[in-house]
Nanobody
Framework: QVQLVESGGALVQAGGSLRLSCAASRSIRSMISAGWYRQAPGKQRDFVATIARDGGANYVDSVKGRFTISRDDATNTVYLQMNSLKPEDTAVYYC?????????WGQGTQVTVSS
């Protein structure tokens, strides 16, 4: 079993930056991939970014050039650096990790971007 704990969500003005963290309860060196998803009120949970074991990253088009996903194996943490935030980025952000075909989710962290 793996616990994922997100943090870093906050209220920020448009154009601002935030860094989200996802701390895992075990080593992430064997993690197949980790990703960030977000869910706005009344909408489905959508893909934002993912990072593979080899460090390769993918992003949804709407965040390319603004968001960066990274991982720190020494601290078992996955990050999402978010710059140039827009009101449409407002959502609950969830961390997801895949270990040997099992999928784990965190509890989410709220990001609110004011115009």
């Amino acid at each position: 079993q793996v616990q994922l704990v997100e943090s870093g969500g906050a209220l920020v003005q448009a154009g601002g930056s935030l860094r989200l963290s996802c701390a895992a309860s075990r080593s992430i060196r064997s993690m197949i991939s980790a990703g960030w998803y977000r869910q706005a009120p009344g909408k489905q949970r959508d893909f934002v970014a993912t990072i593979a074991r080899d460090g390769g990253a993918n992003y949804v088009d709407s965040v390319k050039g603004r968001f960066t996903i990274s991982r720190d194996d020494a601290t078992n943490t996955v990050y999402l650096q978010m710059n140039s935030l827009k009101p449409e980025d407002t959502a609950v952000y969830y961390c997801r990790a895949i270990f040997t075909a099992r999928v784990y989710w965190g509890q989410g962290t709220q990001v609110t971007v004011s115009s």
